[in-house]
């Protein structure tokens, strides 16, 4: 008897259903829906989902729970990301929906590394008190129940992006930056978010090891870097990098590896296609890996001018899955 497991990750860029937003939800379905039917996954890691409110209740994933009826997900089961209020954020949650059993959750976000603090250089006017630099968002830990094949640590993440974080003053608008040296230091406070948050994931994943030398580890999700660079070499932990070969077994593999390179893109960026979000196993779960697809056939460049998302309704980024068969 064996388990079949296929794991995705899909960052579906907003999604949401407020009104006057274009395009709707019935159109972003219309293509979404079918490419998520298409992935035939057990487990589902998705980021940027929005939280809707409805008059007496918490707020919740209405826009996604419309866009999994009719789907074989809609029987699945469904966490989110909540607030100190128990309920969906407002916006870019991040959301596990499993065929398994759901047997433990967790939100760590500054639980394992404290904030670090940073003094600006070219704010304006000049800022002497050190600020503390936090993460944008928290990372998703579950386990799944696999029952007879035992248990799976998945994580699920959504590190800042590449945009230049907010210096004060040094912006003449949302686009403009007042300074080359302002831009600078935006980008390097973005850099130390995007590394910090992928050092707490790294020392949860030594922590599951510690607990489970053999544990099966999934670390998905839109980590907005490539896989040689530094975010996602500090949570795969590869011997090249740390000198060490007694970590060997502790080190984790992106899955699309063995996709030809050529394909090997989640997201176009100016024409340039770059792998951006990831499936990222443990040895241990790596044993029992069947291969991994990113469906990009049809991903749309949005980053030239007035492509806009009315034109193109569905994400700007390919989902990506990977399979396993577990004994």
């Known amino acids: 008897m ?28 219309q293509v979404m829906r079918p490419q998520l039917e298409r992935l035939r996954a057990d487990v589902l890691c998705l980021q940027e989902v929005h939280g809707q409110e409805t008059v007496g209740q918490p707020r919740d994933v209405l826009a996604l729970r419309t866009l999994l009826q009719g789907t074989r997900y809609e029987t699945y089961q469904l966490m989110h990301t909540r607030t100190g209020n128990d309920e969906a954020y407002d916006r870019r949650n991040l959301v596990v929906v499993s065929r398994f059993p759901i047997a433990t959750r967790q939100q760590l976000r500054h639980d394992l590394v404290p904030r670090p ?17 936090s993460w944008e968002r928290p990372i998703f830990y579950v386990t799944l129940d696999l029952a007879s094949a035992g248990t799976l640590h998945l994580i699920n993440l ?64 839109d980590f907005n870097a490539t896989a040689d ?40 960026h100016h024409g340039k296609g770059e792998m ?32 806009t998302d009315t034109k193109f309704p569905e994400s700007d980024h390919a989902p990506v899955v990977a399979e396993f068969v577990l004994p």
């Open 2 to 29: 064996t388990t079949n497991l296929r794991i995705a990750t899909f960052n579906l860029e907003n999604l949401d259903d407020r009104p006057g937003d274009r395009p709707t939800l019935t159109e972003r379905i």
């Open 117 to 133: 603090q940073y003094r600006p250089v070219t704010a304006i006017p000049p800022d002497t008190t050190p600020n503390d630099i």
């Open 276 to 307: 951006l979000d990831h499936v990222i196993a443990s040895r241990f779960l790596l044993a029992h890996y069947r291969g991994a697809e990113v469906h990009n056939e049809v991903l749309p460049d949005e980053s030239g001018a007035f492509r």
């Open 229 to 268: 660079s530094v975010p996602v070499l500090a949570i795969t932990g590869p011997v090249e990098e740390n000198g060490n070969p007694a970590l060997g077994p502790r080190v984790m593999v992106p899955c699309e590896n063995t996709i030809p390179e050529p394909s090997r893109y989640s997201l176009i």
């Open 158 to 221: 959504h590190l800042k992006s590449k945009l230049p974080s907010n210096i004060e003053g040094q912006k003449l608008d949302r686009f403009t930056w007042r300074t080359a040296s302002g831009w600078a230091e935006g980008s390097f406070l973005a850099s130390m978010r995007r590394v910090g948050q992928a050092l707490e994931v790294r020392v949860l994943i030594d922590q599951i090891f510690d607990a489970d030398p053999e544990a099966r580890i999934a670390v998905c999700g």
